[in-house]
Protein backbone atom coordinates (compact mmCIF):
# COMPACT_ATOMS: atom_id res chain seq x y z
CA UNK A 1 0.00 0.00 0.00
CA UNK A 2 2.74 2.38 0.71
CA UNK A 3 4.63 1.82 -2.72
CA UNK A 4 0.90 2.49 -4.07
CA UNK A 5 0.98 6.09 -2.57
CA UNK A 6 4.50 7.50 -3.14
CA UNK A 7 3.66 7.98 -6.97
CA UNK A 8 2.68 11.85 -6.68
CA UNK A 9 -0.54 10.57 -9.31
CA UNK A 10 -1.77 8.11 -7.18
CA UNK A 11 -2.19 10.30 -3.91
CA UNK A 12 -3.64 13.19 -6.16
CA UNK A 13 -6.13 10.60 -7.96
CA UNK A 14 -7.15 9.09 -4.99
CA UNK A 15 -7.32 12.25 -2.86
CA UNK A 16 -9.72 13.78 -5.16
CA UNK A 17 -11.51 10.60 -5.23
CA UNK A 18 -12.13 10.72 -2.04
CA UNK A 19 -13.14 14.24 -1.30
CA UNK A 20 -15.64 14.12 -4.71
CA UNK A 21 -16.79 10.62 -2.75
CA UNK A 22 -18.04 12.13 0.41
CA UNK A 23 -20.14 14.82 -1.02
CA UNK A 24 -21.99 12.12 -3.07
CA UNK A 25 -22.79 10.10 -0.40
CA UNK A 26 -23.40 13.44 1.49
CA UNK A 27 -26.18 14.47 -1.31
CA UNK A 28 -27.73 11.54 -2.35
CA UNK A 29 -29.67 11.14 0.92
CA UNK A 30 -30.15 14.06 1.13
CA UNK A 31 -32.20 14.16 -2.44
CA UNK A 32 -34.76 11.66 -0.72
CA UNK A 33 -34.87 13.30 2.89
CA UNK A 34 -35.51 16.46 0.82
CA UNK A 35 -38.64 15.12 -1.75
CA UNK A 36 -39.99 13.33 1.72
CA UNK A 37 -40.06 16.74 3.72
CA UNK A 38 -41.45 19.04 0.68
CA UNK A 39 -44.44 16.58 -0.26
CA UNK A 40 -44.81 14.26 2.73
CA UNK A 41 -44.86 11.36 0.36
CA UNK A 42 -42.77 8.00 0.42
CA UNK A 43 -43.79 7.16 -3.08
CA UNK A 44 -41.90 11.41 -3.93
CA UNK A 45 -38.71 10.44 -1.79
CA UNK A 46 -38.84 6.97 -3.21
CA UNK A 47 -39.05 8.48 -6.28
CA UNK A 48 -35.70 10.44 -6.16
CA UNK A 49 -33.81 6.71 -6.59
CA UNK A 50 -35.69 5.69 -9.25
CA UNK A 51 -34.82 8.05 -11.59
CA UNK A 52 -31.11 7.91 -9.88
CA UNK A 53 -31.80 4.58 -11.22
CA UNK A 54 -32.77 5.18 -14.25
CA UNK A 55 -30.17 7.44 -15.26
CA UNK A 56 -27.06 4.58 -15.16
CA UNK A 57 -29.06 3.16 -18.28
CA UNK A 58 -27.53 6.05 -20.28
CA UNK A 59 -24.17 4.06 -19.79
CA UNK A 60 -23.23 2.66 -22.92
CA UNK A 61 -23.65 6.00 -24.62
CA UNK A 62 -21.25 7.28 -21.66
CA UNK A 63 -18.63 4.43 -22.46
CA UNK A 64 -18.37 5.48 -26.33
CA UNK A 65 -17.74 9.34 -25.33
CA UNK A 66 -14.94 7.58 -22.89
CA UNK A 67 -13.01 6.13 -25.57
CA UNK A 68 -13.55 8.53 -28.06
CA UNK A 69 -11.81 11.60 -26.29
CA UNK A 70 -8.95 11.82 -23.36
CA UNK A 71 -10.25 10.87 -20.25
CA UNK A 72 -8.36 13.05 -17.69
CA UNK A 73 -9.87 16.21 -19.33
CA UNK A 74 -13.13 14.49 -19.65
CA UNK A 75 -13.80 13.40 -16.24
CA UNK A 76 -12.66 17.40 -15.29
CA UNK A 77 -15.63 18.28 -17.47
CA UNK A 78 -17.92 15.88 -15.45
CA UNK A 79 -16.91 17.19 -12.36
CA UNK A 80 -17.52 21.07 -13.54
CA UNK A 81 -20.98 19.30 -14.89
CA UNK A 82 -21.96 17.76 -11.97
CA UNK A 83 -20.78 21.12 -9.68
CA UNK A 84 -23.10 23.29 -12.08
CA UNK A 85 -25.87 20.59 -11.97
CA UNK A 86 -26.32 20.30 -8.10
CA UNK A 87 -26.44 24.29 -7.48
CA UNK A 88 -29.75 23.62 -9.47
CA UNK A 89 -30.97 22.94 -5.78
CA UNK A 90 -29.93 26.39 -4.27
CA UNK A 91 -33.55 26.85 -6.46
CA UNK A 92 -35.69 24.81 -4.38
CA UNK A 93 -37.59 26.40 -1.60
CA UNK A 94 -41.00 24.98 -1.45
CA UNK A 95 -43.49 21.64 -2.85
CA UNK A 96 -43.33 23.12 -6.41
CA UNK A 97 -40.37 23.26 -6.83
CA UNK A 98 -39.82 19.25 -5.89
CA UNK A 99 -39.37 18.50 -9.52
CA UNK A 100 -35.75 20.33 -9.39
CA UNK A 101 -34.62 17.51 -6.79
CA UNK A 102 -35.35 15.07 -9.62
CA UNK A 103 -33.63 16.68 -12.35
CA UNK A 104 -30.45 16.72 -10.23
CA UNK A 105 -30.99 13.30 -9.27
CA UNK A 106 -30.99 12.42 -13.28
CA UNK A 107 -27.48 14.66 -13.88
CA UNK A 108 -26.40 13.67 -10.90
CA UNK A 109 -27.03 10.01 -12.56
CA UNK A 110 -25.91 10.14 -16.00
CA UNK A 111 -22.45 12.61 -15.23
CA UNK A 112 -21.94 9.96 -12.82
CA UNK A 113 -22.00 7.43 -15.67
CA UNK A 114 -19.68 9.45 -18.01
CA UNK A 115 -17.13 10.06 -15.06
CA UNK A 116 -17.17 6.75 -13.60
CA UNK A 117 -15.99 5.30 -17.05
CA UNK A 118 -13.31 7.19 -17.94
CA UNK A 119 -12.22 6.49 -14.57
CA UNK A 120 -11.85 2.72 -15.59
CA UNK A 121 -9.87 3.54 -18.08
CA UNK A 122 -7.55 6.55 -15.89
CA UNK A 123 -6.75 3.82 -13.68
CA UNK A 124 -5.09 1.80 -16.01
CA UNK A 125 -2.75 4.40 -17.01
CA UNK A 126 -1.89 6.19 -13.63
CA UNK A 127 -1.15 2.32 -11.80
CA UNK A 128 1.21 -0.04 -12.97
CA UNK A 129 -1.11 -3.40 -13.84
CA UNK A 130 0.68 -5.18 -11.22
CA UNK A 131 -0.99 -2.64 -8.72
CA UNK A 132 -4.28 -2.44 -10.06
CA UNK A 133 -5.58 -4.85 -7.10
CA UNK A 134 -4.32 -2.49 -4.42
CA UNK A 135 -5.23 0.64 -6.36
CA UNK A 136 -9.15 -1.30 -6.55
CA UNK A 137 -8.88 -2.52 -2.99
CA UNK A 138 -7.77 0.79 -1.77
CA UNK A 139 -10.92 2.52 -3.59
CA UNK A 140 -13.26 0.10 -1.78
CA UNK A 141 -11.49 0.98 1.12
CA UNK A 142 -12.24 4.56 0.29
CA UNK A 143 -15.93 4.15 -0.86
CA UNK A 144 -16.95 2.51 2.51
CA UNK A 145 -14.97 4.51 4.89
CA UNK A 146 -16.83 7.32 3.79
CA UNK A 147 -19.99 5.65 3.18
CA UNK A 148 -20.16 5.09 7.25
CA UNK A 149 -20.01 9.23 7.67
CA UNK A 150 -20.99 11.12 4.77
CA UNK A 151 -24.63 10.33 4.53
CA UNK A 152 -24.92 11.22 8.38
CA UNK A 153 -23.09 14.44 8.27
CA UNK A 154 -24.95 15.02 4.96
CA UNK A 155 -28.52 14.48 6.76
CA UNK A 156 -27.10 16.60 9.89
CA UNK A 157 -26.29 19.75 7.88
CA UNK A 158 -29.65 19.40 5.96
CA UNK A 159 -31.30 19.37 9.49
CA UNK A 160 -29.41 22.35 10.39
CA UNK A 161 -29.39 24.69 7.07
CA UNK A 162 -30.91 23.46 4.65
CA UNK A 163 -30.41 21.40 1.31
CA UNK A 164 -28.73 24.46 -0.27
CA UNK A 165 -25.70 24.07 2.09
CA UNK A 166 -25.21 20.47 1.32
CA UNK A 167 -25.63 21.70 -2.47
CA UNK A 168 -22.97 24.29 -2.27
CA UNK A 169 -20.86 21.43 -0.28
CA UNK A 170 -21.02 18.78 -3.13
CA UNK A 171 -20.58 21.36 -5.38
CA UNK A 172 -17.01 22.51 -3.90
CA UNK A 173 -16.18 18.32 -3.53
CA UNK A 174 -16.27 18.50 -7.33
CA UNK A 175 -14.35 21.48 -8.00
CA UNK A 176 -11.43 20.08 -5.85
CA UNK A 177 -11.95 16.84 -8.14
CA UNK A 178 -11.24 18.50 -11.19
CA UNK A 179 -8.14 20.44 -9.88
CA UNK A 180 -6.67 17.28 -8.48
CA UNK A 181 -7.38 15.61 -11.86
CA UNK A 182 -5.82 18.61 -13.59
CA UNK A 183 -2.99 18.58 -11.39
CA UNK A 184 -2.36 14.83 -12.63
CA UNK A 185 1.14 14.48 -14.94
CA UNK A 186 -0.40 11.15 -16.47
CA UNK A 187 0.72 10.85 -20.12
CA UNK A 188 -2.70 10.13 -22.65
CA UNK A 189 -2.92 10.02 -26.26
CA UNK A 190 -5.42 10.65 -28.01
CA UNK A 191 -8.09 7.82 -28.57
CA UNK A 192 -7.95 6.75 -32.20
CA UNK A 193 -10.77 7.86 -34.83
CA UNK A 194 -12.86 4.65 -36.16
CA UNK A 195 -15.35 4.70 -39.15
CA UNK A 196 -18.24 2.31 -37.45
CA UNK A 197 -21.81 2.37 -37.61
CA UNK A 198 -23.27 3.92 -34.39
CA UNK A 199 -24.69 0.84 -33.35
CA UNK A 200 -20.92 -1.02 -33.12
CA UNK A 201 -19.80 1.94 -31.42
CA UNK A 202 -22.14 1.51 -28.73
CA UNK A 203 -22.10 -2.43 -29.11
CA UNK A 204 -18.11 -2.77 -28.92
CA UNK A 205 -18.24 -3.47 -25.00
CA UNK A 206 -20.79 -5.94 -25.21
CA UNK A 207 -18.71 -7.56 -28.08
CA UNK A 208 -15.94 -7.67 -26.23
CA UNK A 209 -17.60 -9.07 -22.95
CA UNK A 210 -18.72 -12.10 -25.38
CA UNK A 211 -15.34 -12.49 -27.38
CA UNK A 212 -13.46 -13.02 -23.88
CA UNK A 213 -14.61 -16.40 -21.70
CA UNK A 214 -13.36 -15.11 -18.54
CA UNK A 215 -15.70 -12.21 -18.11
CA UNK A 216 -18.73 -13.94 -19.81
CA UNK A 217 -18.26 -16.43 -17.31
CA UNK A 218 -17.52 -13.94 -14.38
CA UNK A 219 -20.90 -11.38 -15.57
CA UNK A 220 -23.07 -14.32 -16.13
CA UNK A 221 -22.23 -15.51 -12.75
CA UNK A 222 -22.79 -12.03 -11.04
CA UNK A 223 -25.75 -11.39 -13.19
CA UNK A 224 -28.28 -14.51 -11.45
CA UNK A 225 -26.50 -13.50 -8.18
CA UNK A 226 -28.07 -9.99 -9.33
CA UNK A 227 -31.30 -10.85 -9.84
CA UNK A 228 -31.79 -11.80 -5.95
CA UNK A 229 -29.23 -9.66 -4.10
CA UNK A 230 -32.27 -6.62 -4.36
CA UNK A 231 -33.84 -9.18 -1.92
CA UNK A 232 -32.32 -7.64 0.85
CA UNK A 233 -33.62 -4.43 0.24
CA UNK A 234 -36.89 -5.89 1.26
CA UNK A 235 -36.40 -7.74 4.19
CA UNK A 236 -34.00 -6.29 5.84
CA UNK A 237 -37.11 -4.55 7.19
CA UNK A 238 -39.21 -7.07 8.22
CA UNK A 239 -36.18 -9.02 9.87
CA UNK A 240 -35.40 -5.87 12.23
CA UNK A 241 -39.16 -6.15 13.14
CA UNK A 242 -38.41 -9.78 13.67
CA UNK A 243 -36.10 -9.25 16.46
CA UNK A 244 -37.58 -6.08 17.97
CA UNK A 245 -35.52 -3.59 16.47
CA UNK A 246 -36.97 -0.68 14.84
CA UNK A 247 -36.29 0.49 11.52
CA UNK A 248 -33.42 3.41 12.79
CA UNK A 249 -31.53 0.14 13.80
CA UNK A 250 -30.77 -0.58 10.34
CA UNK A 251 -27.78 2.26 10.98
CA UNK A 252 -25.88 -0.05 13.34
CA UNK A 253 -26.53 -3.10 10.39
CA UNK A 254 -25.34 -1.13 7.67
CA UNK A 255 -21.95 0.13 9.69
CA UNK A 256 -21.11 -3.14 10.75
CA UNK A 257 -21.21 -4.27 6.71
CA UNK A 258 -19.32 -1.02 5.87
CA UNK A 259 -16.86 -1.85 8.50
CA UNK A 260 -16.60 -5.59 7.00
CA UNK A 261 -16.43 -3.65 3.36
CA UNK A 262 -13.01 -2.04 4.59
CA UNK A 263 -11.40 -4.97 6.31
CA UNK A 264 -12.83 -6.96 2.55
CA UNK A 265 -10.99 -3.47 0.64
CA UNK A 266 -7.62 -4.18 2.81
CA UNK A 267 -6.87 -7.46 1.79
CA UNK A 268 -8.70 -7.67 -1.71
CA UNK A 269 -5.64 -7.49 -3.38
CA UNK A 270 -3.43 -10.17 -1.27
CA UNK A 271 -6.88 -12.30 -1.74
CA UNK A 272 -7.05 -11.71 -5.50
CA UNK A 273 -3.36 -12.85 -6.40
CA UNK A 274 -4.22 -15.74 -4.58
CA UNK A 275 -6.97 -17.15 -6.22
CA UNK A 276 -7.53 -15.01 -9.32
CA UNK A 277 -9.66 -12.66 -9.97
CA UNK A 278 -13.01 -14.92 -11.61
CA UNK A 279 -12.54 -17.11 -8.72
CA UNK A 280 -12.40 -14.11 -6.43
CA UNK A 281 -15.90 -12.86 -7.40
CA UNK A 282 -17.11 -16.31 -6.37
CA UNK A 283 -15.63 -16.46 -3.19
CA UNK A 284 -17.12 -13.26 -2.69
CA UNK A 285 -20.74 -14.51 -3.72
CA UNK A 286 -20.21 -17.36 -1.33
CA UNK A 287 -19.48 -15.17 1.47
CA UNK A 288 -22.09 -13.41 0.92
CA UNK A 289 -24.53 -16.45 0.94
CA UNK A 290 -22.15 -16.99 4.73
CA UNK A 291 -23.68 -13.78 5.90
CA UNK A 292 -27.05 -13.72 4.09
CA UNK A 293 -27.53 -17.89 5.77
CA UNK A 294 -26.88 -16.17 9.53
CA UNK A 295 -30.08 -13.71 9.00
CA UNK A 296 -31.96 -16.61 9.48
CA UNK A 297 -31.27 -17.23 13.11
CA UNK A 298 -32.80 -15.17 15.77
CA UNK A 299 -30.09 -13.60 17.22
CA UNK A 300 -28.75 -10.68 17.29
CA UNK A 301 -25.39 -11.18 17.67
CA UNK A 302 -25.41 -13.78 14.59
CA UNK A 303 -27.59 -11.42 12.56
CA UNK A 304 -24.55 -8.65 13.31
CA UNK A 305 -21.95 -11.25 12.62
CA UNK A 306 -24.20 -12.24 9.24
CA UNK A 307 -23.85 -8.68 7.93
CA UNK A 308 -20.16 -8.14 8.66
CA UNK A 309 -19.57 -11.15 7.29
CA UNK A 310 -21.71 -9.88 4.19
CA UNK A 311 -19.63 -6.33 3.87
CA UNK A 312 -16.32 -8.40 3.49
CA UNK A 313 -17.54 -10.36 0.84
CA UNK A 314 -18.97 -7.71 -1.44
CA UNK A 315 -15.62 -5.92 -1.33
CA UNK A 316 -13.73 -9.16 -2.17
CA UNK A 317 -16.02 -9.39 -5.26
CA UNK A 318 -16.48 -5.74 -6.09
CA UNK A 319 -11.89 -5.28 -6.12
CA UNK A 320 -12.21 -8.60 -8.51
CA UNK A 321 -14.74 -7.57 -10.33
CA UNK A 322 -12.90 -4.15 -11.58
CA UNK A 323 -9.77 -6.17 -11.60
CA UNK A 324 -11.00 -8.11 -14.29
CA UNK A 325 -12.70 -5.48 -16.60
CA UNK A 326 -9.48 -3.79 -16.22
CA UNK A 327 -6.82 -6.46 -17.09
CA UNK A 328 -8.80 -8.54 -19.58
CA UNK A 329 -9.69 -5.48 -21.43
CA UNK A 330 -7.83 -3.17 -24.29
CA UNK A 331 -7.54 -0.07 -23.33
CA UNK A 332 -9.24 1.73 -25.93
CA UNK A 333 -12.81 -0.10 -25.21
CA UNK A 334 -12.32 0.16 -21.56
CA UNK A 335 -14.77 2.75 -21.45
CA UNK A 336 -17.17 0.51 -23.17
CA UNK A 337 -16.73 -2.51 -21.44
CA UNK A 338 -16.79 -1.04 -18.31
CA UNK A 339 -20.60 0.79 -19.17
CA UNK A 340 -21.90 -2.86 -20.79
CA UNK A 341 -20.92 -4.41 -17.51
CA UNK A 342 -22.55 -1.58 -15.23
CA UNK A 343 -26.30 -2.02 -17.54
CA UNK A 344 -25.44 -5.68 -17.78
CA UNK A 345 -25.58 -6.03 -13.32
CA UNK A 346 -27.81 -2.95 -12.89
CA UNK A 347 -30.87 -4.45 -15.11
CA UNK A 348 -31.47 -7.79 -12.87
CA UNK A 349 -30.49 -6.02 -9.65
CA UNK A 350 -33.59 -3.34 -10.27
CA UNK A 351 -35.81 -6.39 -10.86
CA UNK A 352 -34.46 -7.89 -8.32
CA UNK A 353 -35.79 -4.92 -5.79
CA UNK A 354 -39.39 -5.06 -7.68
CA UNK A 355 -39.45 -9.00 -7.36
CA UNK A 356 -38.70 -8.66 -3.56
CA UNK A 357 -40.88 -6.27 -3.07
CA UNK A 358 -43.44 -7.98 -4.47
CA UNK A 359 -42.93 -11.05 -2.98
CA UNK A 360 -42.49 -9.99 0.40
CA UNK A 361 -46.08 -9.19 0.74
CA UNK A 362 -47.09 -13.14 0.24
CA UNK A 363 -44.51 -14.84 1.53
CA UNK A 364 -42.34 -14.66 5.05
CA UNK A 365 -38.62 -12.67 4.85
CA UNK A 366 -37.11 -15.91 5.56
CA UNK A 367 -38.30 -17.75 2.26
CA UNK A 368 -36.24 -14.70 0.48
CA UNK A 369 -33.15 -14.88 2.80
CA UNK A 370 -33.56 -18.65 1.75
CA UNK A 371 -34.05 -17.91 -2.35
CA UNK A 372 -30.74 -15.74 -1.90
CA UNK A 373 -28.83 -17.53 -0.07
CA UNK A 374 -29.21 -20.78 -2.54
CA UNK A 375 -28.97 -18.49 -5.60
CA UNK A 376 -26.19 -16.90 -4.66
CA UNK A 377 -24.17 -19.95 -3.54
CA UNK A 378 -25.05 -21.61 -6.37
CA UNK A 379 -23.67 -18.68 -8.85
CA UNK A 380 -20.87 -18.88 -6.21
CA UNK A 381 -20.48 -22.35 -6.97
CA UNK A 382 -20.57 -21.52 -11.38
CA UNK A 383 -17.54 -18.81 -10.59
CA UNK A 384 -14.53 -20.83 -8.27
CA UNK A 385 -14.81 -23.60 -10.53
CA UNK A 386 -13.22 -21.00 -13.48
CA UNK A 387 -10.47 -22.41 -14.86
CA UNK A 388 -8.54 -18.84 -15.17
CA UNK A 389 -7.02 -18.27 -12.45
CA UNK A 390 -4.58 -15.34 -13.14
CA UNK A 391 -5.75 -12.03 -14.39
CA UNK A 392 -4.60 -11.77 -18.09
CA UNK A 393 -5.97 -9.29 -20.86
CA UNK A 394 -7.54 -11.14 -23.88
CA UNK A 395 -6.42 -10.85 -27.13
CA UNK A 396 -9.99 -9.80 -28.14
CA UNK A 397 -10.68 -6.57 -29.12
CA UNK A 398 -13.30 -4.40 -30.77
CA UNK A 399 -13.14 -0.87 -32.07
Given at each position: MRSLLRSRDARLLLGGEAVSLFGDWAL????????KSLTGSNAAAGLVFFVFAAGRLTAPLAGVLADRVRRRPLMVGADVFLAASVLLLLFVHDRSDVWLVYVVALLYSVGGSVFDSARMAL?????????????????????????LVAPLAGAGLFALVGGGAVAVLDAATFVVSAVAL????VREEKPERH????????????????????LVRMLAGTAVAMLVIGFAETFVFALLDAIGKPPSFLGVTSTLQGVGSIAGGLTAAAMLRRTGD???????????????????????????????????AIAWAIVAYMTALQTRTPLEVQGRVSAAADLALTVPQTLSIAVGAVLSTVVPYQALIVAMAVVL???????????????????????
Open positions: IIVLGIWALRLVFPEEQLPEANGLMQTITQGLRSALHDHAFVDEVSAGARHILATPAVRLVGIGLAGFAVGDALLLVPNLATILVGFTIAGVALSALYLTRATAVTPAASPAEAG
